[in-house]
């Protein structure tokens, strides 16, 4: 399985929030993988994007965003974890927020952790998949890179699939640009339109 370097995770995040879709997140629990494609993510920058959790700048919250590429980025939101993978060009700021994915590996074992049987429901939103894939707080700061990670990504197999655009989910206030991307047509997306 193909993982990426920092360089793929080192570009603008729309780059990296678009290129990501596709890919398969793996999330090592237990010796079980757990996995998924992924069909749903997020832009977000710096100081400009009001959406941002790094809008007011560098505090000791946000500090991951001002940092290295490559490394999780989880903080709560009503009651739910969500998995953000600090992306930005040399000297910005800035992460994907991983919105939802197609379960593929380990799905009894997702059940479990969310008490859902049906799999349409599973993964469709970006606290149902952090819960499905047992991801908290403690996975914050690791390196996806990493080849013994607990949690990667990697090469999914080539396909064709067309990618819809959006405002993002949820945010008071947003930019002009869409910055929500997904698969169109995939039953996992959180939000079809």
């Given at each position: 399985?193909?993982?990426?370097s920092?360089?793929f995770?080192?570009?603008d995040?729309?780059?990296?929030?678009?290129?990501l879709?596709?890919?398969i997140?793996?999330r090592?629990?237990?010796?079980?993988?757990?996995s998924?494609k992924?069909v749903?993510t997020?832009?977000?920058y710096?100081?400009?994007?009001?959406?941002s959790r790094a809008?007011?700048?560098?505090?000791?919250?946000?500090?991951?965003?001002f940092?290295?590429?490559?490394?999780?980025?989880?903080?709560?939101?009503?009651?739910?974890?969500?998995?953000?993978?600090?992306?930005?060009?040399?000297?910005g700021?800035?992460?994907?927020?991983?919105r939802?994915?197609?379960?593929?590996?380990?799905?009894?074992?997702?059940?479990?952790?969310?008490?859902?049987?049906d799999i349409?429901?599973?993964?469709?939103?970006?606290?149902k998949?952090?819960r499905?894939?047992?991801?908290?707080?403690e996975?914050s700061g690791?390196?996806?890179?990493?080849?013994n990670?607990?949690?990667?990504l990697?090469e999914?197999?080539?396909?064709?699939f067309?990618v819809?655009?959006?405002?993002?989910?949820?945010?008071k206030v947003?930019l002009?640009?869409e910055?929500?991307?997904f698969?169109?047509?995939?039953?996992?997306v959180?939000?079809?339109?």
């Amino acid at each position: 399985m193909k993982r990426f370097s920092k360089k793929f995770y080192g570009r603008d995040p729309a780059l990296v929030a678009k290129g990501l879709l596709g890919k398969i997140l793996v999330r090592t629990l237990n010796s079980e993988f757990l996995s998924g494609k992924i069909v749903e993510t997020e832009a977000y920058y710096g100081r400009n994007d009001p959406a941002s959790r790094a809008y007011r700048g560098r505090v000791r919250f946000n500090e991951l965003m001002f940092m290295d590429v490559g490394k999780i980025f989880i903080y709560m939101v009503h009651a739910h974890w969500l998995l953000n993978i600090v992306v930005h060009s040399k000297g910005g700021v800035g992460a994907v927020l991983i919105r939802a994915i197609e379960p593929f590996l380990g799905v009894e074992t997702m059940r479990k952790n969310r008490t859902v049987r049906d799999i349409g429901d599973l993964t469709n939103g970006p606290g149902k998949l952090t819960r499905a894939l047992a991801i908290t707080k403690e996975l914050s700061g690791i390196d996806v890179t990493d080849m013994n990670g607990q949690l990667t990504l990697v090469e999914g197999e080539k396909e064709f699939f067309e990618v819809c655009l959006s405002h993002r989910i949820g945010v008071k206030v947003d930019l002009q640009q869409e910055l929500r991307f997904f698969i169109k047509g995939n039953r996992f997306v959180s939000k079809p339109s």
